[in-house]
């Protein structure tokens, strides 16, 4: 892949002989910043800024991706294919280099064999959002149902969210994000932006300093978002819904209804009115264990402020009720009718805005529906033979991985573990690392980073696509995603038109079949900017189901196969991992600041920020378990205990433990980590990880 750009493009500036070259951050972040990357020559970048020129951007990007350097340049990237000669698990000398022809010879032998043996659903290739460039990171569907391999329903991160944001609004969009800083009032809900999307921050410290905008935090922890607030609720874990509940009831009781809003836009307001009269401030205070005056204090402040803006996170959806508390959340300014005015309303996510024809990328057109669906979730359960997750179809025994590390971020790890370890089953690992997951593998293929190849990015945080074009060479034998799938595709026989095209075919195609301008001109450009009008991002040109109106009762079978017994209105779901006599504290393990999922746990300056994998733990409990900092307490539930380092809090409830994440399991006392203790049951009602719905017990260790 030879650079063809140079400084006479308009996608690069030069700046003091260090040229500065247009990007877009790939990672798993609603933000997916506009970045402006310092290339000191063609192998080596220096700074990674944000776009000052992005109005969403707005010039700030997280630590950890200003230091890009650190990761890119790391020792220990991967530069060569791989084959292990030694023990699973044992690191880097359990292997030897081979050539890019062999490794590649040996992976197609493999596949091929296994599917001669079990037919093609024996295979897996299993991928996630390491990058979420839409050619790198979706282009392994093309192969999958090119070759009729399993299909997989992606499920670690959004499919909870989503079911619960669509029940309500019938469509993934909400109001510019750009426009909280017209908001009075902005409720961080269920996320942490401080770590998770530092932008939400910029806007929204924006309208306080410009407006006096008062910001709340709805979280079970004080996290660092939760300190810049005015006000901190703090829920127990799971309890959202009827903290929703409560604030409608009251909304409704002190006539900060908008009935002309609710006859013209929504259905069943009537109805859920009625519904909510038992649902009170004192019934949602024994269920979140949030004082009375509290609710009533943020339903008044919430129910008088019409420019009112909730920021829907996904840490609150990453509960089997999740899909309930979205979706009750999301039916505050329905009620209200905040969604009329500047800086009202609310947004989860805008991804719904694009419009990206995927089909040649991701061989959607070569589709067969008889093949079986796997949970990505489930992985655990499935390697381990689970047959209500194999139907009557083969054992996996074949994996193809890309852009993901179940190793350490999937449920049920100890099955995880369990699975990968099996001697009859082939793993290849295409990584820019040597992660736990790459260390299982009988193949690993090195990985071009985001600056070392071209691809395309929508976000759900904002309203820009952007093209990118690869800033330095690959390090070492690094090769593409893309690359790598299409001489699999020609080893297996896979036929798609898409196998012969480049990744900047591939995007021309999507975006022009997309209305778009071609590659070229987005990559000029910089980002092609989708925002929709404000009439329909506040959807008073209807919402996104067919009657045009918000649901106040959803039709959860339209949404999911397990939807019965789901709840006819918001409400609190009980049908959490709830606290009991043997099990009294919730386990949250939410993401930490210098990491993303795994990602940058292998650079020294973000180990060195996070020191090591903690739990963090109310004072009192540390005070009755005698218990003081950096004592090490075992953390435990049916699927087994992980032991951890002891941070005493005040910014949390007696009965919640939170352990920030994801680290690798090496880092944890015993060599397994947090995910041994959560469970890979499916959300419902059409799945999703539950990685902050745990119940567990503590002792001293
Ligand atoms: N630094 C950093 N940034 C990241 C990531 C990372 O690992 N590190 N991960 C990226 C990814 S993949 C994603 S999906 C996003 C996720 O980003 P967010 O939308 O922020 O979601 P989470 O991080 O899962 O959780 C956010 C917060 O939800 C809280 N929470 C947990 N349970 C509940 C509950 O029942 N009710 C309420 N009200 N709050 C609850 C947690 O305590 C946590 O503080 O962040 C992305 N950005
Ligand atoms: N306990 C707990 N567990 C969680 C979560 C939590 O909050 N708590 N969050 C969950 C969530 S929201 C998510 S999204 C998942 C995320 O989990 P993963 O998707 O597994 O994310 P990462 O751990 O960052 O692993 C991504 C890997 O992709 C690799 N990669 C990046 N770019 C490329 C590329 O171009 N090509 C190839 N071949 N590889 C690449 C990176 O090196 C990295 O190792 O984790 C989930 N797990
Ligand atoms: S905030 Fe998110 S999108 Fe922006 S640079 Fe950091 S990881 Fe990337
Ligand atoms: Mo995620």
């Not at 040229?19 to 506009?34: E, L, R």
């Not at 192969?143 to 669509?166: K, V």
């Not at 696509?465 to 799938?485: C, S, T, Y």
């Amino acid at each position: 892949m030879p650079l063809d750009q140079n400084c006479t493009d308009t996608g690069v500036d030069n700046v003091n002989d260090v040229q500065v070259f247009h990007s877009a951050c790939p990672h798993d972040c609603p933000s997916t910043c506009a970045l402006e990357v310092e290339r000191l020559n063609p192998q080596t970048i220096g700074r990674v800024r944000g776009a000052s020129a992005n109005t969403y951007t707005a010039g700030v990007i997280c630590a950890k991706v200003g230091r890009y350097a650190e990761r890119v340049h790391h020792p220990d990237r991967l530069t060569k294919p791989l084959r292990r000669v030694g023990e699973k698990g044992a690191g880097r000398d359990a292997f030897e280099e081979i050539s890019w022809d062999e490794a590649l010879d040996i992976i197609a032998d493999n596949l091929k064999r296994a599917a001669d043996q079990h037919g093609p659903e024996t295979v897996w290739p299993y991928y996630y959002a390491g990058t979420m460039g839409l050619v790198q990171r979706d282009g392994i569907n093309r192969l999958r149902h090119a070759m009729g391999y399993s299909r997989q329903h992606s499920t670690f991160c959004n499919t909870l969210a989503d079911a619960g944001w669509l029940a309500g609004t019938g469509r993934k969009s909400g109001v510019d994000a750009r426009e909280m800083a017209e908001s009075d009032l902005i409720v961080i809900w269920g996320c942490n932006p401080v770590s998770t999307q530092i932008n939400v921050m910029t806007h929204a410290t924006r309208a306080r300093k410009n407006r006096g905008a008062k910001i709340v935090v709805i979280d079970p922890y004080e996290t660092e978002s939760a300190k810049q607030a005015d006000v901190h609720l703090m829920p127990n874990p799971g309890t959202d819904g009827a903290l929703a509940c409560a604030v409608m009831h009251v909304l409704f009781r002190d006539g900060h209804a908008d009935r002309a809003y609710l006859e013209k836009y929504t259905a069943g307001g009537a109805e859920l009115e009625a519904y909510l009269a038992t649902r009170t401030p004192e019934w949602a205070n024994v269920l979140t264990g949030i004082p009375v005056t509290e609710i009533e204090r943020f339903a008044a402040l919430y129910g008088q402020t019409q420019r009112s803006f909730l920021r829907l996170g996904f840490g609150f959806t990453r509960s089997r009720n999740g899909a309930v508390q979205m979706f009750s959340a999301s039916c505050l300014p329905a009620v209200t009718g905040a969604w009329q005015y500047l800086g009202g309303g609310a947004l989860y996510s805008n991804s719904d805005i694009y419009g990206v024809d995927k089909t040649v990328i991701e061989g959607l057109d070569v589709v067969d529906s008889s093949v079986r669906v796997l949970d990505q979730s489930r992985i655990g359960p499935i390697l381990t033979g689970d047959r209500r997750d194999l139907g009557a179809g083969p054992p996996i025994t074949a994996l193809f991985i890309q852009n993901t590390n179940p190793m350490n971020v999937a449920p049920d790890l100890g099955k995880v573990r369990d699975g990968f370890s099996r001697n009859d089953l082939f793993i290849c690992v295409h990584e820019q690392f040597l992660t736990e997951t790459a260390q299982m593998a009988d193949i690993v293929l090195p990985a071009t980073t985001f600056l070392e190849h071209d691809d395309m990015y929508v976000a759900g945080g904002h309203t820009h696509l952007q093209v990118a074009r690869a800033v330095i060479d690959p390090v070492g034998e690094a090769r593409p995603n893309h690359w790598v799938i299409t001489e699999l595709a020609r080893r297996l026989g896979a036929d798609h038109p898409g196998f012969s095209m480049s990744e900047w075919e591939l995007m021309d195609d999507a975006l022009q079949r997309s209305g778009y301008p071609d590659a070229q001109s987005c990559w000029e450009g910089h980002w092609e900017d989708r925002a929709l009008s404000f009439e329909d991002s506040h959807f008073l040109n209807g919402f996104g189901h067919e009657d045009g109106r918000f649901h106040f009762m959803p039709d959860w079978s339209k949404i999911g196969e397990n939807y019965e017994g789901m709840p006819a209105f918001p409400d609190h779901f009980d049908v959490i991992d709830g606290r009991d006599g043997e099990h009294p504290f919730r386990l949250v393990t939410a993401p930490s600041r210098d990491y993303l999922n795994t990602s940058f746990t292998e650079t020294v300056t973000s180990q060195s920020r996070e020191g090591r994998p903690e739990a963090q733990l109310h004072p009192d409990i540390c005070r009755d378990m005698r218990l003081a900092a950096g004592d090490q307490v075992r953390i435990g539930n049916a699927k087994g205990s992980v032991v951890v380092h002891v941070r005493p809090t005040q910014g949390l409830r007696r009965n919640t433990v939170i352990v920030e994440s994801v680290w690798p399991n090496q880092a944890f006392v015993e060599g397994i980590g947090i995910n041994l203790l959560i469970s890979a049951e499916a959300g419902l009602p059409n799945g999703g990880a539950v990685f902050h719905d745990t119940a567990v017990w503590l002792k001293s260790s």
